[in-house]
C-alpha cells in the first residue's frame, strides 16, 4: 500500500490556491518525482505532508497516518527543504545535535551523517560561513539523521555545481536501492528523467498527470 497518499489536499493562502483539491499517491521503494514550474504548490504540498502546515481541506497521509507538528517525525520521515534558510553562529554539529536530541535520536548518527555527507572536514565550522552548496548537503544530513524510510527532497540540486549534482543524483538511486521512497521535487524535466521512475506533474496547484518516465518520453 501507498507510502504517501494524499486525499483532496488542499491549502488556500488568502485568494490564493496554493495547493487545489490534489490527489495521489507515493509507493513505496521508488523515487518519485514532483515536477511542476516555480509557484505551482510544491513546497506547500511537502509542508503539508511533513505536518508543518495545516490543509485548508482534505489530508496527507505517511504509513496510513497523518502527521502533526507534535509528532518527532524525523525517524520516519526526514526532508530537506529551503535548506539556504539555516543561518547563524551555531556550527553544523551543534545545528544536527539540537535537531536529534528533540528527536531522541543519539550523538553517534549525528557524526554519521555528517560523514555521509562529506561535511565531516567543516563539522566545527560556524554555519554563517557555509555556501549554498554545503548548506544542502547539510539538509540532507537533517533529513537522513532519523535514518527514515521516507524521504522528500524539495529542488535539491538548485544552487549547486555540477560535482553536487552528480553527488546528489547518486544519493538519491543508493537511498532508493535501499528500499527508501523518495519524494523528489523539481521544475526541470530533464533532471527528473535523470533520477525518478514516475513523476507526478502539477500546474497552480493542481494535478496535471502521473506516469512512469518511461511513458512520458515515448509520449513528448
Ligand atoms: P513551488 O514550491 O512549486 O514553487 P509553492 O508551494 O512555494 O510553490 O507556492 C505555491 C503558491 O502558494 C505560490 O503562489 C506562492 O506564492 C503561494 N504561497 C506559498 N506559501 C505561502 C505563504 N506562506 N503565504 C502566502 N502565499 C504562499
Ligand atoms: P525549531 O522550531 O525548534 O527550530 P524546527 O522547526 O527546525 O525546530 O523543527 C521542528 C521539528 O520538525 C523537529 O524537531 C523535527 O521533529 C521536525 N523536523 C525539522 N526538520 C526536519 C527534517 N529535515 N525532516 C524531518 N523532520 C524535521
Not at 1 to 6: C, D, G, P, R, T
Not at 89 to 97: E, F
Given at each position: ?6 486525499q483532496?489536499l488542499?491549502?488556500?493562502y488568502g485568494?490564493t490556491?496554493?495547493?487545489d483539491d490534489l490527489?495521489?499517491?507515493v509507493e513505496?521503494?521508488h523515487?518519485t518525482?514532483?515536477?511542476g ?5 510544491k513546497?506547500t ?6 505536518g508543518l502546515?495545516?490543509p485548508?481541506s482534505?489530508?496527507?497521509l505517511i504509513?496510513?497516518?497523518?502527521y ?10 526526514g526532508?530537506?527543504?529551503d535548506?539556504?534558510?539555516v543561518?547563524g ?9 539540537a535537531l536529534?536530541r528533540?528527536?531522541d535520536i543519539g550523538?553517534r548518527r549525528v557524526?554519521?551523517?555528517l ?7 567543516v563539522?566545527?565550522k560556524r554555519?554563517?560561513?557555509?555556501s549554498?552548496?554545503?548548506?544542502q548537503?547539510?539538509g540532507?544530513a537533517?533529513?537522513?539523521?532519523g ?6 527532497f524539495d529542488?535539491p ?6 560535482d ?7 544519493l ?6 535501499e ?10 524535466m530533464?533532471?527528473m528523467?535523470l533520477?525518478?521512475?514516475?513523476i507526478v506533474i502539477?500546474?497552480?496547484g493542481?494535478?496535471i498527470?502521473?506516469?512512469t518516465?518511461?511513458d512520458?518520453?515515448s509520449r513528448?
Open positions: 500500500h501507498a507510502v504517501i497518499e494524499l483532496h488542499t491549502k488556500r485568494g490556491l496554493a495547493v490527489s495521489f499517491n513505496p521503494g523515487v518525482g514532483f515536477l514550474p516555480n509557484g505551482a504548490g513546497s504540498t511537502m509542508r503539508l505532508i511533513l502546515d495545516t485548508t482534505g489530508q496527507a504509513n496510513g497516518h497523518r502533526t507538528s507534535l509528532r518527532k517525525p524525523m525517524r520516519e520521515v526532508a530537506l527543504l535548506a539556504g534558510a543561518h553562529g551555531r556550527s553544523a554539529y551543534n545545528h544536527l545535535l536529534a528533540t528527536n550523538p557524526a554519521e551523517v560523514e555521509e555527507v562529506g561535511l565531516a572536514g563539522a566545527r554555519l554563517s560561513g557555509f549554498l552548496g554545503m548548506k548537503r547539510l540532507i537533517a533529513a537522513l539523521l535514518d527514515p524510510g521516507v524521504l522528500m529542488e540540486v538548485n544552487g549547486l555545481d555540477p553536487g549534482v552528480r553527488w546528489i543524483r547518486d538519491m538511486r543508493s537511498l532508493a536501492a528500499g527508501r521512497t523518495i519524494l523528489l521535487s523539481s521544475h526541470l530533464s533532471e528523467a533520477t525518478a521512475e514516475r502539477i500546474g497552480r493542481r494535478l498527470t502521473e506516469a518516465v518511461a512520458l518520453t513528448y
